[in-house]
């Protein structure tokens, strides 16, 4: 299976915290790869090293074999949709302007209707993006990431702040993506039932990777499911 | 009436020139307006000022001095932002202060205000030249080719800077790119209505279009419509009453603001 993603000895520090701490995996074509761990535990620093936003690492990362850091041309094979996508809200940009701004050859412009259909947001084509609720917005961005036709769709806790029918139905065009159009997905999510319908494979992680492998060996564990859960209710608390 | 006042060379010259940098004022200021970046143009303006003082005490054309002002301070606020996390409203008091400073200090040394510091602060487009006029016209088509070129990379980066990096657009040379036309459209609106009142071309025609709720095409339409309108009713109003044209101007674009607010309250506009 060709490698999609390939992680190297990623570390990643910031002044006086380990954000990041030697950690190694790889992605074929055709994964849906759930990521989940407790807020803070390096996700997003992972996707931004990955996305090229962070450059300060050390370790490899490569996008179907090569160093990412000799080109950004990769790039244009990842589609990324972020866990807030941050806007004016009176940005005077339609859901036509929004997902036209992702458009790279002005050749795979019909194709944005049917992304638009497929996402269930054609007829918002041409209502101002801050008018819409957060679910459509999250679909608005996702239709954008994809009308570039990316082998990789990377996603950071997408469904913050939407609701549970939004979440369904979103959950639902993610499958249909990996499944019928063969994108891989790097997921992150803190919905642990989710990622054992949707994902074909796991990465648990907190400053290091501690479980990468087929979402049946991590879920069928209940071991490593019951640490997880501490884990991150702990960090609930915490948080509360 | 009117056709007798178009037969003037100085007034077909300040309409031609007036039309084109609204026009210019409305695009570079629709950018500048949503990346919050508002005062930017006074900024570079008041800057600028200093460069006009300075041109006018070593005898060089004063606009040209001011070209050079303003980039450089253009240039030196976007460093000092990005490099030593000073927000964007604090570098841009900093250089609109200093540019004023410099411009004082300069203006007391060469012995006091003269006729020519007022039309520069308060502009002076019934005297726009045949040389400026086409400087004015090569400018105006230039930035917007390059906008044009670039208009989804500006869009994109103005919408949500990580995104457009992460789609592989150079984001910071874009950033500096819009600066750079920025300081190039502010000196030369200078001409139309002086250093004090940049701003408002900048930013009162684009957050009147804003509040009509459309897409980024039609705001811009909308934005240069407007201002075209304050700017060709202003010089005429101003020729036939004898009135300033700067301000007149600027009070048309603001009366079409304080429209816009009054048909929306009523809730004929949505959004």
Known sequence: ?240 | MSLEILSFGFMQRALISGIAIAILCSVVGLFLVLRRYSLFGDAIAHSSFGGIALGLMAGVYPLWTAYGVSLVSALIITRIKDRFNVSGDASVAVLLSSGIAVGLVIIGISGGFTVDIFSFLFGSILLVGVNDTIMILGLTGIILIVILVLYRQFLYSTFNEEQAKVSGISVEKINYLLIFMAGLTVVTSIQLVGVLLISALFVIPNVTAIMYGKGFKQTTMLSMAFSIFSVVVGIFVSYIFDITPAGTIVLLSTGIFVCTIGIKSLGILKT
């Open chain 1, 1 to 240: 299976m060709l490698k999609v993603v390939e992680i190297e000895h990623l570390t990643v520090e910031y002044p006086g915290v380990k954000a990041l701490d030697d950690v190694s995996f790889s992605v074929s074509e055709g994964d849906f790869l759930g990521i989940i761990g407790p807020n803070g535990a390096g996700k997003s620093t992972l996707f931004a090293s990955i996305l090229g936003l962070n450059t300060k690492y050390k370790g490899t990362i490569k996008f179907f074999g090569k160093d990412i850091q000799k080109s950004k041309e990769y790039l244009k094979l990842i589609g990324y949709v972020p866990q807030k996508p941050i806007f004016e809200k009176n940005f005077p940009a339609t859901v036509n302007d929004v997902v036209n701004m992702g458009l790279r050859k002005k050749s795979h412009e019909k194709k944005i209707d049917e992304i638009l259909q497929q996402l269930w947001i054609h007829e918002l084509g041409n209502r101002r993006i801050g008018e819409l609720s957060v679910g459509q917005q999250q679909r608005v961005f996702i239709a954008k990431a994809l009308v570039n036709n990316p082998k990789l769709l990377i996603l950071d806790e997408p469904v913050t702040g939407i609701d549970q029918h939004s979440i369904e139905l979103f959950y639902s065009i993610l499958k249909e993506l990996n499944s019928k159009q063969k994108i891989t997905i790097i997921w992150s999510s803190h919905d642990l039932d989710a990622v054992n319908k949707l994902a074909n494979h796991v990465a648990c992680l907190n400053q290091t990777l501690f479980f990468h492998g087929e979402s049946d060996d991590f879920f069928d564990n209940d071991e490593l499911v019951k640490q997880y859960s501490e884990a991150s209710m702990q960090e609930h608390m915490h948080h509360h």
